[in-house]
């Protein structure tokens, strides 16, 4: 079984990272993805984290069942990494799935490089786990709409090194494909856009939980 041997550890780490990842407001209310530990989780270069293939299920229904997996993910077995950081990586996976950054239509490097950009500007407040020390910290002075920022990345021709490095494989390389995946079907779009804000406002709320004691006793 792949992750046995000299990568027990390993998956173990990734699994534990999954788990943590699950449990936060954010990301549960995102679609989900399928993990599973053939051909490339053991084919990945070293330094990159994983790789996803879009999926999704032929019988979904809007507000149906099952629900969309989103995508089939092969984490990278040979990466060794603490729990924390495997569960800001799954995170932000999902929040590319529920972004739309798999549709076929998205499928420029430029595309692929703003939905990074896009991704880290949300999990960076949300207090998943905890970010990989490798990946750097967003460029200011993009701009802040994905849209606006795909067609400028595409305008200039390539992607910035510190664009490029922000990356989930090797920096500047795609680390996910849409598989056999059509057009995203316009109600599955908004079904996911309305998962993420029902996960923002679980975030907000989880917040307020956890101040209102604090906040209370400050009050005159």
């Known amino acids: 079984m792949a992750g046995g041997g000299k990568y027990a550890a390993n998956r173990k780490a990734i699994e534990a990272g999954r788990?943590?990842?699950d449990a936060h407001p954010l990301v549960r209310s995102l679609p989900d993805m399928r993990v599973t530990w053939d051909?490339?989780?053991?084919?990945?270069?070293?330094?990159?984290?994983l790789w996803a293939e879009g999926e999704i299920c032929r019988y979904w229904q809007p507000s149906g069942?099952?629900?969309?997996?989103?995508?089939?993910?092969?984490p990278n077995l040979?990466?060794?990494?603490?729990?924390?950081?495997?569960?800001?990586?799954?995170?932000?996976?999902?929040?590319?799935?529920?972004?739309g950054a798999l549709d076929p239509a998205?499928?420029?490097?430029?595309d692929h490089a703003a939905a990074w950009v896009t991704a880290e500007r949300l999990i960076g407040g949300a207090g998943v786990g905890r970010r990989p020390a490798d990946l750097p910290p967003v460029p200011e002075g993009l701009p802040?709409?994905?849209?606006?920022?795909?067609t400028a990345l595409a305008a200039r021709g390539d992607v910035p090194g510190d664009v490029a490095a922000l990356s989930l494989a090797l920096p500047g390389e795609r680390f996910?494909?849409?598989?056999?995946?059509?057009?995203?079907?316009?109600?599955?779009?908004?079904?996911?856009?309305?998962d993420l804000a029902k996960g923002l406002r679980a975030i907000r709320r989880a917040w307020r939980g956890a101040c209102a004691p604090p906040c209370r006793a400050r009050r005159p």
């Open 39 to 49: 051909g490339a989780a053991l084919e990945q270069p070293q330094g990159a984290w």
């Open 65 to 74: 069942w099952p629900y969309d997996p989103g995508a089939v993910v092969r």
């Open 144 to 150: 802040r709409d994905e849209d606006t920022l795909r």
């Open 176 to 194: 996910w494909t849409s598989g056999r995946v059509g057009a995203i079907p316009d109600a599955l779009a908004r079904q996911r856009l309305g």
């Open 106 to 110: 998205r499928d420029r490097l430029s």
């Open 19 to 21: 788990a943590m990842a």
């Open 78 to 99: 040979r990466r060794r990494a603490a729990p924390e950081e495997w569960a800001y990586v799954f995170a932000r996976m999902r929040l590319h799935l529920v972004l």
